[in-house]
């Protein structure tokens, strides 16, 4: 299974890069929504987690934009962020974004939810 991250800290992507590849899934990165599109237009995948506070393409305006091309509309994209407001889970839903996971992450259960969106 292929999982793109994408998040402009060096660090969130390493551990992202850590749990997921021990989990046996095969991670793509991006540090930000230009750079995840640009890797979306080119490889395929199986699940986005994405961070929302990011330069250049913040993650919402990149879930929408994965949304407006059709080939991404069953797509499952994670939200993954430090942000807790009700306001931006409705955002993120609005978006298209299928879950939201509050970072620090639980390798575990990040898994799991990895797991339960794609199956």
Known sequence: MRVLTVDDSRTILAML???L????????????????????????????ITDINMPVMDGIEFIKSVRATGKHQSLPILILTTET??????????AGGTGWIVKPFDPEKLISVINKVVH
């Open 85 to 94: 407001s009700q306001d931006k889970r409705d955002q993120g839903r609005a």
């Open 21 to 48: 590849t021990n989990a046996g899934f095969e991670v793509l990165q991006a540090e930000n929504g230009q750079v995840g599109l640009d890797v979306l237009g080119r490889e395929s995948v199986d699940v986005v």
């Open 17 to 19: 890069h850590h749990t």
